[in-house]
């Protein structure tokens, strides 16, 4: 007798309109290439020309917004930024500046430096937006000062010079001038922001009609490891290629322009190139963001996208899980978040595949669709995207394949394939640096990224690539076993979720793996059932939370697969990475280098024996 079997229901995927552009892959001399078939369309040669097209088009539609004192938005539309860029981009040639002296802005995002980056753009002077950490977390401002000695910038701007007070005196050139918004440095004569709108445009349409492709729009620094941090060259055909890449990659943002909810930090690529970039090409809106994923400052984050609901949103993954957790008891929250956003993109990590089934989960439970969360590569050097998933496989990892007008090529470098790209969106190369540009290039003017790439199917190639890690990270245990770590990192934070920040993998040139963890404090507090005034050390040395990495240690252990994967021992980190000792960048990503170099003796007691912390595979 038959059974009668009761399918699962098909989860709806919400419609969204990508694009899947054709991929040729074929091998020579050895080598991979991997290149997009479907030509890139025509793009503007400049930047900014999107924002007078969009003065026309829609003069009064909301470009950018921030909330105000009063918690009220203040709005400006693309007519009044490309009046105000005008006036910004007269004032700052008014006073000398150019590639060789730029705008250098020390703040974050906010709606004066905004106008003033489109201001230098239309202008054709170079702007350099530098972390806020550098100013305001940092107690040495020595970073701060090499990126000033590389840039001699001939204008610094800073939007509280209270706050930014000791760092400007610390690095303030004797003849670059100080633009405040508000609040001033003591011995230091200062311009207010409102005085660049008070000039009347002369020869600045002279100046913008100048500015062509090869102008440099803006220098965006590296986060730096133990060398000292490079300042790409990103140019208006670097930004607008890109620009059309996405917009062919995503082509529902021609039909419906996206409004964002946004504060991934404009000194990062994907948040000043690639997310401003999508409203300002597209005639969208962007709301400034003044929240971001920290227990403090979420809740801003949180009562912007309770009232603006977003087409498309953006963030780090620890983002993405702090927003889960809290739709899981806020419904209104979750019913406006889900309304209309379309797609996701995860920036500066691989989102995990636990979190990633959470998101997904929400949004199924809220709208009855499944949300497309997509995955690609991207790199300040390339300013940023080059490859997209949009086609039938969505999982962790998957990075896709090359964007219209991106070249991939695939070369051998141990074990890996390391990926070079080529377009009209990759950088002529760093700052006053020749031989770090030399080195950046290989012979047929690839850019060589150190990123690991592997085909997900190697009978079908066409299918595009699996992120396999950073070729620099990777090490040999003192066996000889080759240890890969982004791979292994990316499986250690999906299992440990959600009581892991990140991980930094040790053990080169030792006989087994081990860990640095750094913990997701709330998490553990929560886990230890300690109170709010238990230590940091005491939450982490409860046996509750010592039992939980006991048990992910020995199930992470019981799959592995061989030595490569089998970790031996780790370490819990109550210090959290350093973004003095660039350990951490402003935008969550760990430094793994830094980190190892940093924590080398407690490296070494990770391994000895004498730190009874130390948590030991069974």
Same mark, same amino acid.
């Given at each position: 007798?038959?059974?009668?079997?009761?399918?699962?229901?098909?989860?709806?995927?919400?419609?969204?309109?990508?694009?899947?552009?054709?991929?040729?892959?074929?091998?020579?001399?050895?080598?991979?290439?991997?290149?997009?078939?479907?030509?890139?369309?025509?793009f503007?040669?400049?930047?900014?020309?999107?924002?007078?097209?969009?003065?026309?088009?829609?003069?009064?539609?909301?470009?950018?917004?921030?909330?105000?004192?009063?918690?009220?938005?203040?709005?400006?539309?693309?007519?009044?930024?490309?009046?105000?860029?005008?006036?910004?981009?007269?004032?700052?040639? $008014?006073?000398?500046?150019?590639?060789?002296?730029?705008?250098?802005?020390?703040?974050?995002?906010?709606?004066?430096?905004f106008?003033l980056?489109?201001?230098?753009?239309?202008?054709?002077?170079?702007?350099?937006p530098?972390?806020?950490?550098?100013?305001?977390?940092?107690?040495?401002?020595?970073?701060?000062?090499?990126?000033?000695?590389?840039?001699t910038?001939?204008?610094?701007?800073?939007? $509280?010079?209270?706050?930014?007070?000791?760092?400007?005196?610390?690095?303030?050139?004797?003849?670059?001038?100080?633009?405040?918004?508000?609040?001033?440095?003591?011995?230091?004569?200062?311009?207010?922001?409102?005085?660049?709108?008070?000039?009347?445009?002369?020869?600045?349409?002279a100046?913008?009609?100048?500015?062509?492709?090869q102008?440099?729009?803006?220098?965006?620094?590296? /986060?730096?490891?133990?060398?000292?941090?490079?300042?790409?060259?990103?140019?208006?055909g670097?930004?607008?290629?890109?620009?059309?890449?996405?917009?062919?990659?995503?082509?529902?943002?021609?039909?419906?322009?996206?409004?964002?909810?946004?504060?991934?930090?404009?000194n990062?690529?994907?948040?000043?190139?690639?997310?401003?970039?999508?409203?300002?090409?597209?005639?969208?809106?962007?709301?400034? $963001?003044?929240?971001?994923?920290?227990?403090r400052?979420f809740?801003?984050?949180?009562?912007?996208?309770?009232?603006?609901?977003?087409?498309?949103?953006?963030?780090?993954?620890?983002?993405?899980?702090?927003l889960?957790?809290?739709?899981?008891?806020?419904?209104?929250l979750?019913?406006?978040?889900?309304?209309?956003?379309?797609?996701?993109?995860?920036?500066?990590?691989?989102?995990?595949?636990?979190?990633?089934?959470?998101?997904?989960?929400?949004?199924?439970?809220?709208?009855?669709?499944?949300?497309?969360?997509?995955?690609?590569?991207?790199?300040?050097?390339?300013?940023?995207?080059?490859?997209?998933?949009?086609?039938?496989i969505?999982?962790?990892?998957?990075?896709?394949?090359?964007?219209?007008?991106?070249?991939?090529?695939?070369?051998?470098?141990?074990?890996?394939?390391e990926?070079?790209?080529?377009?009209?969106?990759?950088?002529?190369?760093?700052?006053?640096?020749?031989?770090?540009?030399?080195?950046?290039?290989?012979?047929?003017?690839?850019?060589?990224?150190?990123?690991?790439?592997?085909?997900?199917?190697?009978?079908?190639?066409e299918?595009?690539?699996?992120?396999?890690?950073?070729?620099?990270?990777?090490?040999?245990? /003192?066996?000889?076993?080759?240890?890969?770590v982004?791979?292994?990192?990316?499986?250690?934070?999906?299992?440990?979720?959600?009581?892991?920040?990140?991980?930094?993998?040790?053990?080169?040139?030792?006989?087994?793996?081990?860990?640095?963890?750094?913990?997701?404090?709330?998490?553990?507090?929560?886990?230890?059932?300690?109170?709010d005034?238990?230590?940091?050390?005491?939450?982490l040395?409860?046996?509750?939370?010592?039992?939980?990495?006991?048990?992910?240690?020995?199930?992470?252990?019981?799959?592995?697969?061989? /030595?490569?994967m089998?970790?031996?021992?780790?370490?819990?980190?109550?210090?959290?990475?350093?973004?003095?000792?660039?350990?951490?960048?402003?935008?969550?990503?760990?430094?793994?280098?830094?980190?190892l170099?940093?924590?080398?003796?407690?490296?070494? /007691?990770?391994?000895?024996?004498?730190?009874?912390?130390?948590?030991?595979?069974?």
């Amino acid at each position: 007798m038959n059974q009668a079997r009761t399918a699962a229901p098909e989860v709806r995927r919400r419609p969204v309109k990508l694009g899947n552009p054709e991929i040729a892959a074929y091998q020579a001399d050895g080598l991979w290439h991997v290149d997009a078939v479907t030509p890139l369309g025509d793009f503007p040669p400049r930047f900014t020309d999107r924002l007078e097209s969009g003065a026309i088009a829609h003069p009064e539609r909301t470009l950018v917004a921030r909330r105000g004192a009063d918690g009220e938005w203040i709005r400006l539309s693309y007519a009044e930024v490309l009046e105000r860029a005008r006036r910004i981009g007269q004032s700052l040639l $008014d006073r000398g500046l150019s590639a060789e002296r730029p705008l250098l802005i020390l703040s974050g995002n906010d709606l004066e430096h905004f106008q003033l980056a489109l201001g230098a753009m239309y202008a054709g002077i170079p702007y350099a937006p530098v972390s806020p950490s550098y100013s305001l977390v940092a107690t040495d401002y020595g970073k701060l000062a090499e990126l000033v000695s590389q840039l001699t910038p001939g204008a610094l701007y800073a939007s $509280d010079g209270n706050a930014f007070a000791r760092a400007i005196s610390a690095v303030m050139p004797s003849d670059a001038e100080l633009i405040l918004a508000h609040g001033e440095v003591a011995g230091q004569r200062a311009t207010p922001f409102s005085a660049l709108l008070d000039v009347e445009p002369t020869s600045v349409e002279a100046a913008h009609d100048k500015v062509n492709a090869q102008t440099i729009a803006k220098f965006l620094f590296t /986060s730096g490891s133990t060398k000292k941090p490079k300042a790409v060259i990103t140019t208006h055909g670097m930004l607008s290629s890109n620009q059309q890449m996405l917009l062919q990659t995503f082509p529902f943002m021609g039909e419906e322009p996206p409004v964002l909810v946004d504060w991934l930090p404009w000194n990062h690529t994907f948040g000043g190139s690639h997310n401003v970039g999508i409203v300002l090409y597209n005639g969208g809106t962007l709301y400034i $963001d003044d929240g971001k994923p920290t227990p403090r400052d979420f809740g801003a984050t949180l009562r912007n996208l309770a009232e603006i609901a977003p087409t498309m949103y953006f963030n780090i993954p620890k983002g993405f899980e702090m927003l889960t957790d809290a739709m899981a008891t806020d419904k209104q929250l979750s019913a406006t978040f889900f309304s209309r956003v379309k797609l996701f993109l995860c920036a500066g990590a691989g989102l995990s595949q636990a979190a990633w089934d959470r998101l997904d989960a929400a949004g199924i439970a809220e709208s009855g669709e499944s949300i497309r969360i997509i995955t690609g590569l991207g790199m300040t050097e390339t300013s940023p995207s080059c490859t997209f998933g949009t086609g039938s496989i969505i999982k962790a990892g998957y990075v896709g394949v090359p964007a219209p007008g991106c070249k991939v090529k695939l070369v051998p470098s141990g074990d890996k394939l390391e990926a070079r790209f080529h377009g009209p969106h990759v950088t002529p190369g760093y700052w006053r640096a020749p031989d770090l540009t030399a080195a950046a290039f290989d012979e047929d003017g690839y850019y060589c990224t150190g990123d690991a790439l592997r085909f997900v199917d190697p009978d079908h190639r066409e299918l595009g690539f699996m992120f396999d890690g950073r070729i620099a990270e990777d090490f040999k245990l /003192s066996t000889g076993t080759f240890v890969s770590v982004g791979p292994l990192r990316a499986r250690v934070i999906s299992a440990a979720a959600p009581h892991v920040l990140d991980v930094v993998v040790t053990g080169i040139d030792r006989n087994a793996i081990g860990l640095l963890v750094f913990p997701r404090l709330e998490h553990c507090q929560t886990l230890s059932g300690l109170g709010d005034g238990a230590s940091v050390e005491q939450v982490l040395a409860s046996a509750p939370v010592r039992e939980r990495f006991q048990s992910l240690l020995n199930r992470l252990n019981a799959d592995a697969s061989g /030595s490569s994967m089998r970790i031996d021992r780790l370490l819990l980190q109550a210090e959290p990475p350093s973004i003095d000792h660039r350990e951490m960048t402003d935008k969550g990503s760990i430094n793994q280098a830094a980190v190892l170099t940093r924590r080398a003796a407690i490296v070494a /007691s990770l391994y000895e024996g004498t730190d009874p912390n130390v948590i030991i595979a069974a």
